[in-house]
């Protein structure tokens, strides 16, 4: 705990200023009309609007034949089938026709983790009253280990820690997520859910005993709460932490491949590698379809105990997963380990900011330093964090597995 993100709260932060009364969409709507991130905020709406679902690939083709179906992963689908339906037996008729969607729907990829309110899809969480509140955590709860809950709970406190650090508690505070769900809850046949807003999106597809838990996207800022009935509150160590052990372990010839750049924002950087929002992070909302070249140096190329710390970085990025699907994809990942990618940008030293990628056909994660946008560090700090989690090759949202048990094309226009 260091609180150093103090140094960075303004009272009257320039993007910030004279917003604190707005509510969430008159607040979008200023963003909208900011210059550069407006731009942005253009480019993110059209490509919800103008594309399909492909997938994340390598190099614009995907693998087929990667993900199996039928398993046994004992994903937790009785208890979240219940937790669906009690909530959906809770609500008006004119809320369940807000919150269901087909399982084909776009508003599966409507997530996205600024706090813009631009795509008003499902219920929100601050219009609902404590009872139904209460039901939407339920589904969560059902749905994620016990660690993966205490941390989604972590990151909406601190949401709601940095709306008032900052002044804007209407537009930035521990309801601004929203839950929709897809599909009728089953035992047997494909359904889910997606919950998305400031820094926490996740989205989950039911599959019999298999779950698809991705995209995920986890971030914060401040990355602690130094005050309040939650205070002590911190994130992000053991991430952070255990990429710095995996590359200061690095040989000098090892290090020579992973370590693309060697500062965070290197001028030696390709134009546009730096993007506002996202950083350095390529998996963010909207980039269901982006081609990801594999960088850096090959697993293969790693010691027995390096690649043994890649896979344990991989399962701390998964934590959130249930046991049995946890379990699931660590094989899926040591399966594919000769194929695993890891680089690196920016300093090895213990206070140094960065970021880092592990990526294979059937995984890429991604931890990343940010500069401020709600707080007003020009550069990035390791105060602010995003981290995002992705199935390449066509399986997000569970895509390949719903097509294998369906006729459904599963394109999610």
């Known amino acids: ?60 083709n995907i693998i087929e034949g990667l993900f199996e179906l ?37 508003v599966w990829r409507a997530w996205m983790n600024p706090e813009f309110y631009l795509l008003p899809y499902g219920l ?30 972590d990151l909406m406190r601190i949401n709601d820690f940095l709306g008032h650090i900052v002044g804007v508690p209407n537009a930035i505070n521990v309801g601004s997520y929203n839950i929709n ?18 820094h926490v999106c ?20 401040p990355n602690e709460i130094d005050e309040g009935e939650h205070a002590g509150t911190i994130v992000f160590v053991e991430q952070d932490r255990a990429g710095l052990d995996l590359v200061q372990s690095l040989t000098r010839d090892q290090a020579d491949k992973a370590i693309l750049f060697h500062h965070k924002r ?40 390096q690649r043994e710390r890649l896979v344990r970085i991989v399962e701390l990025f998964l934590d959130y997963q249930p046991p049995g699907p946890l379990a699931a ?20 030293a213990d206070d140094a900011v960065f ?7 059937v995984i890429m994660v991604e931890f990343d330093h940010h500069a401020g946008l709600a707080l007003s560090n020009p550069e990035p700090e390791r105060f602010h964090v995003h981290t995002t989690i992705r199935t390449p090759n066509g399986n997000d949202y569970g895509v390949q597995l719903v097509r294998a048990a369906t006729s459904l094309p599963q394109r999610l226009i």
């Not at 089938?81 to 809770?90: C, R």
């Not at 809850?185 to 807003?197: A, D, E, I, M």
């Not at 990942?333 to 695993?340: G, S």
């Open 355 to 361: 970021y880092y990628r592990i990526q294979s056909p």
């Open 124 to 153: 929100r969480l601050e219009d609902l009253d404590s009872t139904t509140l209460a039901l939407v955590m339920s589904l969560i709860q059902a749905s994620v280990s016990d660690k993966g809950y205490r941390k989604i709970v």
């Open 329 to 348: 994809r660590i094989n899926d990942v040591r399966r594919h380990l000769d194929d695993t990618w890891f680089c690196w940008i920016g300093g090895t």
């Open 202 to 221: 996740l989205n989950v597809l039911f599959l019999g005993k298999q779950q698809v838990f991705t995209p995920v996207f986890f971030g914060a800022e």
């Open 70 to 106: 039928g398993a046994d992963e004992g994903a937790p689908t009785a208890k979240a089938s219940e937790a669906a339906e009690n909530l959906l037996k809770a609500l008006t008729l004119e809320d369940r026709t807000k919150i269901c969607h087909p399982l084909d729907s776009r």
């Open 1 to 60: 705990m260091t609180a150093r993100f103090r140094d960075f709260v303004y009272p009257q932060h320039p993007l910030l200023s004279g917003l604190d009364k707005l509510t969430p969409t008159e607040y979008a709507e200023v963003m909208r009309q900011t210059p550069v991130l407006g731009d942005v905020i253009k480019y993110w709406m059209e490509l919800f609007e103008s594309t399909s679902f492909n997938g994340i690939s390598s190099d614009g």
């Open 266 to 305: 290197d001028p030696k950087m390709p134009p546009g590698r730096i993007a506002l929002g996202d950083e350095l992070h390529l998996g963010g909302c909207f980039q269901d379809n982006r081609v990801i070249p594999y960088e850096g140096i090959n697993a293969r190329d790693l010691a027995p105990g």
């Open 181 to 198: 769900i897809f599909g009728t809850p089953s035992l047997h046949q494909p359904w889910g859910w997606n919950f998305w807003g400031h």
